[in-house]
């Protein structure tokens, strides 16, 4: 099993969602589908490659990474894919993505 960590950028937007309650209920449906399957998700390429991206409800991405070795699955970033990965790639260079 394995221990979800929730990143500082996680918790930044996936406070715009709150109020849409049936996205939400999908997004926890997604995370559910990681436990048992935590490879599931597409991965991304070069900045991104050591993330994976799964689609939630349409045209939103729960982005997260895996750390098979501690059992670790960070929740990264999730939100519209037509920001999501250069809010990430921002967030990179920053250095919020530890």
């Known amino acids: 099993m394995y221990r979800v960590i929730y990143t500082h950028v996680f918790e930044k ?36 490659g050591n993330f994976r991206s799964i689609r939630v409800k349409g045209k939103y991405r729960l982005v997260y990474k895996l750390n098979e070795n ?21 967030a990179s260079r920053k250095g919020e993505l530890r």
Do not use: C, M, Q
Request: hydrophobic residues 40%; aromatic residues 8%; positive net charge.
């Open 13 to 48: 937007t996936i406070k715009k969602f709150k109020k849409d309650k049936g996205l939400v209920v999908e997004l926890k449906k997604k995370i559910e589908k990681l436990f048992s399957n935590p490879l599931i998700g597409k991965p991304l390429e070069s900045p991104l």
């Open 70 to 90: 501690d059992k670790e699955l960070f929740l990264v970033a999730f939100g519209h894919r037509k920001n999501i990965y250069e809010l990430l790639v921002l």
